[in-house]
């Protein structure tokens, strides 16, 4: 039996425009995945030593406030510090298109803009979750 | 320290109180996977030293924000301190919204502090089936307190008394007449009655009603004792349900009751743990020859049961 998809979805830093990370939470939990939200104003550092008590597969972060740059480079950075490379990283937000390039390259699995349909994530997620246990 | 590479090395630094092996510990346990068994044979000279509260009460009582409270207070009198907090799984899809971190995100770097969400993944009762696995790896961790919250619970689901050394019921204004609602179920298991939200006006109200109606069947004499008034908000009254509870955990202590209650959740989990072994042998093609045998009329569906019991390798011979 092969156990259920963890999620972690929360918010770094200071916007309180939690709609986005709230209604991804919902979708993910629909698609038959465990979802840990976390709520507003989470540091990189309580994100990430969240993921690692609870164990999770995925950690989505939601940014709309532009300080997208620093606080998922501080997230990756604190993820490898701990030993937790295992875990995908998917973002999502109001991120311009040389960030999301950035951010893809250094770490972040993928990023998603405003309109991805829920069920996109919800595959994306499954398949890159499955990869990673395959190769664990 | 090194990140273990396999679930069968999770033991020793699990002792050693890593965090990371503890978390994996508890997911290998959780989902049942490769090597559960021997973690959970490594650890089990090693339990019995937390104190297992349960957490219960209606949905909105305030339990997340009670526990969190718990955990601050707990942290100021230099106790380690782990929740599990249990959230319903829907029967639906399967998946779940675990929330209850929203109100625990403080003491990040603090090693005295383990916060794991658990999904209840199907089981009834208010936790999951895994939970007695979880309390022991979180025991073996060396916690001086576990607190184990429940789903919203309703009347019946009274599962986590049976894990619980010390069991909170949890009630708050504004809930209707939920005290009528409980009492032949929740109200039954609790060592200690939590009425929180006491900065509202109406708490005193539900303290009185709430000790008006357990004295009709709970010996009065330390009853306004057992009636705890909290506030998770200003943070009233949880210091002095803390001392309870640790009055309490040396009480048991001292009177030897505390291996009685460990005797009797042992009996519980040994009878769930010898019927999931039971269904597994049931779920192949091992129960085939039986149940020729019922339809054939030679054995009886109970002989048939005696039977799985008797042979080693439930039937198949």
Excluded at chain 2, 48 to 71: D, E, Q, Y
Aim: with cysteine.
């Amino acid at each position: 039996m092969s156990r259920p998809i963890r999620v972690l979805v929360a918010k770094p830093g200071r916007d309180g425009h939690d709609r986005g990370a709230k209604v991804v939470a919902a979708a993910l939990r629909d698609a038959g995945m465990e979802v840990i939200y976390t709520g507003l104003h989470q540091t990189p550092e309580m994100i990430v030593e969240a993921a690692l008590q609870e164990d999770v597969d995925v950690i989505g972060l939601s940014v709309h406030s532009g300080a997208h740059l620093p606080l998922f480079r501080r997230v990756i950075e604190l993820v490898n510090e701990k030993g937790l490379q295992n875990t995908v990283l998917v973002g999502g937000g109001i991120i311009p298109s040389d960030d999301v390039r950035a951010l893809e390259s250094e770490g972040i699995g993928k990023i998603f803009g405003p309109g991805t349909p829920t069920a996109e994530l919800a595959d994306w997620i499954r398949t890159a979750v499955t990869t990673r246990r395959e190769d664990a | 320290m090194g990140t273990p590479g396999h679930d069968s090395d999770l033991l020793q630094p699990l002792l050693d109180g890593d965090r990371r092996a503890l978390a994996r510990s508890l997911t290998l346990v959780e989902s049942r996977g490769p090597g559960f068994r021997n973690l959970l044979r490594g650890i089990a000279p090693r339990l019995g030293r937390a104190h297992r509260v349960g957490v219960t009460g209606a949905p909105g009582v305030g339990k997340s924000s009670l526990v969190a409270a718990l955990v601050a207070t707990a942290r100021n009198n230099g106790m380690s301190i782990a929740v599990l907090a249990v959230d319903p799984t829907s029967p639906f899809t399967g998946g779940a919204l675990l929330g209850d971190r929203v109100r625990m995100t403080d003491h990040v770097g603090d090693e005295g502090v383990f916060v794991r969400s658990m999904a209840s993944r199907g089981a009834l009762g208010g936790l999951s089936t895994a939970t007695g696995d979880a309390l022991d790896v979180l025991d073996a961790a060396g916690f001086d307190l576990i607190l184990t919250e429940t789903v919203g619970a309703g009347q019946v689901d009274v599962e986590v008394a049976h894990e619980s050394e010390t069991t909170l019921v949890l009630f708050a204004p504004g809930a209707g007449d939920a005290i009528q609602a409980m009492k032949s179920g929740l109200m039954e298991v609790a060592d200690l009655w939590v009425v929180n939200k006491a900065d509202d006006v109406r708490a005193e109200k539900v303290r009185a009603d709430l000790v008006g109606s357990l004295s009709l069947h709970e010996p009065p004499d330390d009853l306004e004792e057992r009636v705890v008034l909290t506030s998770a908000k200003d943070g009233s009254g949880v210091g002095d349900l803390l001392e309870k509870l640790c009055a309490r955990r040396a009480e048991l202590e001292s009177s030897g009751a505390r291996g009685d209650l460990a005797r009797g959740r042992i009996r519980r989990r040994l009878t769930a743990a010898a019927r999931d072994l039971v269904s597994e042998r049931l779920l192949g093609s091992a129960a085939d020859s039986l149940i020729d045998a019922v339809v054939t009329g030679e054995r009886s569906v109970h002989d048939a049961a005696e039977d799985i019991l008797r042979t080693d390798d439930g039937g198949r011979s």
